[in-house]
Every structure is written in structure tokens, then in C-alpha cells.
């Protein structure tokens, strides 16, 4: 079984900050990580995946996460970001074996002030 | 395409009734996933289609629970009878493929309240 952490349930920064969201797993088994985000009252969105190979990952808006195997984690980051960056953003990760069943984090509300 | 549609978007129903979820996917997608989302236990999988079949189940909560997915552009959740602890947001998400290497694409949700 896998299970996530992420640290941080909220996460207020400015506009134009950097930011990082953490991301921690557990599991006995190799894994699929990513990272979806929910916008208000809507689903969510794939933003970025790691399945193998590169260790870094990026999304087309500008974030990226980096797989650790050694510290079993999949941070989230952006060196600058924007207020339509304001969402949830959830961690998953699923076991190598069974990868039709993802395990979701309790997510990271980020909110951008002007 | 349209996207996962989820019907309805809001739903508030008393204790007792029972209560009807539907989801069409997105065509050609053949896996389907129902999952809750509620604040204390955030997003959690009840279960999994795969070609119409229901493959994992094991997520459902009890007996009061059931799914089905009779063809390929259809799938029901029903709660019967319903209870003030299943107030929570259900979403559906379909995938091209039957494992989570692809991309889930999730519907807009269906926000329950159960008085």
C-alpha cells in the first residue's frame, strides 16, 4: 500500500514569489508520482508526472517537482508565481503494481496576494 | 469533446432518501473512477471500471453504496438510504488505458448534502 504527505495544508505567498510544496510518500513498491490541481468548483487537473527516467519533471506552466527516491519525496516548485496560480494542488502516487489506483494526498491550498 | 460530465452539480436531499450520481465519460475512455472528496479524509477511490467491469470495489464504504457502469458512455452511483456523513463532493474521472500512467480526467463533481 502507499500512502502521501503533504506538509503544508496552506500556503500563502506574494506574487512573484518563488514557492515550494511538499510532497512526501510511503510505499514498499516502486512508484508513479504526480502532482494535480484543483481550481475552485471544478475537478482536477493533471499538472505534471514522473514515471521514469529524469528525475525532473516540468509542467507547461512553468512548474516543476523532482523525484528523491533516497528522501521518498516529490516536491513542487515555481521561482515565480501568479495569482491565477491561487488553486488546490494535490500529490498521488500510485505502486508500480497495481497502477490503476491512485493514492491522493489531503492537498496543498496555495493563495497568491497581489 | 465535452469532458467527463457529472449530473447533478449540486444535490441536497434528507436523511433516509436515496440519492442518484450520473457520469458520462469522456468517449472512448475505458476505465472509470468514482472518488469522494470530503475535508477530513480528502479524496479517496470507491471504485474502479475497467471495459464496463467493475475491477475494484474495495473502496466502497458499505452496503448502502453501489455503482454501475451498464455501457461505455454511462456510469450511477446510488446511495440508498442516504446519511448526513455521506455529505461530500463524488467526482467521476475516466482514462484512455486502464492504468494511471496516463491522464485522469476528472468531471466537475457532484456536491452531495444529506440533511
Known amino acids: 500500500a502507499q500512502s502521501v504527505t503533504q506538509l503544508d495544508s496552506q500556503v500563502p505567498v506574494f506574487e512573484e514569489a518563488p514557492v515550494e510544496l511538499r510532497c512526501n510518500y510511503s510505499?514498499?513498491?516502486?512508484?508513479?508520482l504526480f502532482w494535480y490541481v484543483q481550481y475552485p468548483n471544478q475537478g482536477l487537473q493533471l499538472l505534471l508526472k514522473y514515471l521514469s527516467g529524469s528525475t525532473l519533471v516540468e509542467s507547461i506552466n512553468g512548474f516543476e517537482a523532482e523525484f528523491n527516491k533516497s528522501q521518498t519525496s516529490f516536491h513542487l516548485r515555481k521561482p515565480s508565481v501568479h495569482i491565477s496560480d491561487t488553486a488546490e494542488y494535490f500529490c498521488?502516487?500510485?505502486?508500480?503494481?497495481?497502477?490503476?489506483?491512485?493514492?491522493f494526498g489531503k492537498g496543498t491550498l496555495l493563495t497568491v496576494n497581489p | 469533446d465535452a469532458g467527463v460530465i457529472q449530473s447533478p452539480r449540486h444535490e441536497v436531499t434528507e436523511m433516509g432518501q436515496e440519492v442518484t450520481l450520473r457520469c458520462k465519460p469522456i468517449s472512448g475512455h475505458n476505465s472509470l473512477f468514482w472518488y469522494r472528496q470530503t475535508m477530513m479524509r480528502g479524496l479517496e477511490l470507491l471504485i474502479y471500471?475497467?471495459?464496463?467491469?467493475?475491477?475494484?470495489d474495495s473502496g466502497m464504504p458499505e452496503d448502502r453504496f453501489s455503482a454501475k457502469m451498464p455501457n461505455a458512455s454511462f456510469s450511477t452511483l446510488k446511495i440508498q438510504p442516504s446519511e448526513p456523513r455521506d455529505s461530500a463532493v463524488y467526482f467521476c474521472a475516466t482514462l484512455l488505458g486502464a492504468g494511471v500512467t496516463g491522464e485522469l480526467f476528472f468531471g466537475e463533481g457532484s456536491r452531495l448534502t444529506v440533511l
Open positions: 510505499s514498499s513498491v516502486s512508484v508513479y
Open positions: 498521488a502516487v500510485s505502486g508500480r503494481g497495481s497502477n490503476y489506483k491512485l493514492t
Open positions: 471500471f475497467n471495459n464496463n467491469v467493475p475491477i475494484d
